[in-house]
């Protein structure tokens, strides 16, 4: 994490200034932060932080009511900057009367993609075996790693990862492990929502902690403190 | 393969798998057509039983429409593949259509028994009544279903909302259907104007809008 100065390369992820509200509850109160090529932000914070609905904007499927988000310099609103961008989050975006297969078909042919990449994504998830499975029949597990495949389909600059350990089995936890740093290797922005700062030391290289919407602390990954983060998180 | 065909295949598939909208709409207007039937009204009300029929069986399907793009999010997967929205209405607005409009077969059917009318004369002029009507009834109630996808009383405010904007059409395909059946004949390019007008209209509002009614 850090601020695109003069002479450096843009940040991937630039968010500046974001505001959002539902109704009369303010979850986002103009966050900045960016997110350069091959680093990994880790985004803490407690039950309704605003960590989920940051992801949400930044991804662009949530519009701020303030601020705004440019992915690779450009504005997320635009077709091309949208496309640049993965999000695997709660939901799934997976049909469940599809197969797996099927299911990564139609996201593939959507991005313009040839039909081989789902393929690629069924051998890379370890889902081959359960090709041919609707997804309305899949564990939390399988539906997660599916979701990480949907995510990386179209091989994107940034992903975002809303609580990925979140009713994982081991397997599938393995994989989002060994998914972080290998995004971070291929010079991708990475930004993951967790609530545990452990994971966030492990995987991250820059930690925000939210609180009401608000960071109320930033520093590197390495340096996190389980009891100063829940020092911080009492403050909401 | 563009976005429309995409979409357009992939909700053909679930539907067929999910059996979740045809059998329910189909059940419903067999019905009140049999009910309606049953009471020993005249032929010369079965355009206006028939095309009340399909509205009402229509908008309880079309409210279900988008539930499988919204139970898991599914539309802002599309979104994030950058699917122009306008193709997203329209697509889902085709598959609609078919769906309806197989309904509308099932009814047509239903309507020659129960109410013994005679095989139309000018079939073409009613095919096309049958397609601008229930074209109407779906480029709107499509996007009301997308308005209220997340709803909490979804199921109710769809017919409440389609039924009254899609009057006139509904009124102006029963009275063309009504003279196409009826012995003495009768032009009917008054309401298939109005049917083309009603259609274009809401097609035209629909794509209007529908970004910003899926956003979150």
């Known amino acids: 994490m850090g601020n695109a100065g003069p002479g450096q390369a843009r940040p991937l992820l630039d968010i500046r200034a974001v505001s959002k509200s539902y109704g009369a509850r303010s979850a986002l109160r103009s966050v900045s932060l960016t997110v350069d090529a091959g680093r990994v932000l880790a985004i803490l914070g407690p039950n309704g932080a605003g960590k989920s609905t940051l992801l949400r904007v930044a991804a662009g499927i949530a519009r701020p009511e303030s601020g705004e988000v440019r992915i690779g310099g450009r504005p997320v609103g635009e077709p091309a900057a949208r496309r640049q961008v993965g999000f695997a989050g709660h939901q799934s975006f997976l049909y469940g009367y599809l197969s797996v297969e099927e299911n990564l078909r139609f996201y593939a042919q959507l991005y313009g993609l040839p039909a081989a990449r789902a393929g690629e994504g069924l051998e890379r998830f370890g889902l081959q075996s359960h090709r041919r499975r609707p997804v309305r029949e899949l564990s939390r597990g399988l539906v997660q790693r599916l979701s990480l495949a949907r995510a990386l389909l179209h091989d994107p600059a940034v992903l975002l990862l809303d609580e990925p350990f979140t009713g994982l089995d081991a397997e599938a936890s393995r994989v989002v492990r060994e998914l972080i740093p290998e995004r971070r290797a291929r010079g991708c922005a990475v930004a993951v929502a967790t609530h545990a700062w452990a994971e966030a030391r492990e995987l991250a290289d820059d930690a925000v902690v939210l609180v009401a919407g608000r960071p109320a602390l930033r520093e590197e990954a390495a340096s996190l403190d389980g009891e100063r983060v829940a020092a911080v998180y009492q403050t909401a | ?216």
Not at chain 2, 129 to 144: D, E, H
Request: a neutral charge; hydrophobic letters at 65%; proline letters at 5%.
């Open chain 2, 1 to 216: 393969m563009s976005a429309f065909w995409v979409i357009l295949r992939k909700d053909l598939v679930v539907e067929g798998r999910a059996r979740d909208l045809l059998p329910s709409m189909a059940i419903l207007a067999l019905l009140l057509l049999a009910m309606t039937g049953a009471t020993g009204l005249r032929a010369d009300a079965a355009p206006a039983i028939l095309w009340i029929t399909v509205a009402v069986a229509g908008s309880i399907g079309l409210v279900r429409s988008f539930h499988q793009e919204t139970d898991q999010e599914q539309l802002h997967g599309l979104r994030l593949a950058a699917v122009d929205p306008a193709m997203i209405y329209l697509a889902k607005a085709a598959a609609n259509f078919l769906i309806v409009a197989a309904v509308e077969l099932i009814a047509w059917g239903a309507v020659m028994i129960f109410f013994d009318i005679p095989i139309p004369r000018r079939p073409a002029a009613l095919a096309v009544v049958l397609l601008l009507g229930t074209g109407s009834l779906v480029a709107m109630g499509t996007l009301l279903g997308a308005m209220l996808a997340t709803a909490r009383m979804r199921e109710a405010l769809l017919p409440v909302l389609l039924l009254p904007l899609c009057a006139p059409a509904v009124m102006a395909a029963a009275g063309a259907t009504a003279r196409l059946l009826s012995e003495a004949g009768g032009p009917v390019a008054g309401e298939l104007r109005l049917l083309l007008a009603f259609t274009l209209l809401f097609v035209s509002v629909a794509l209007l809008v529908f970004e910003h009614v899926i956003e979150d």
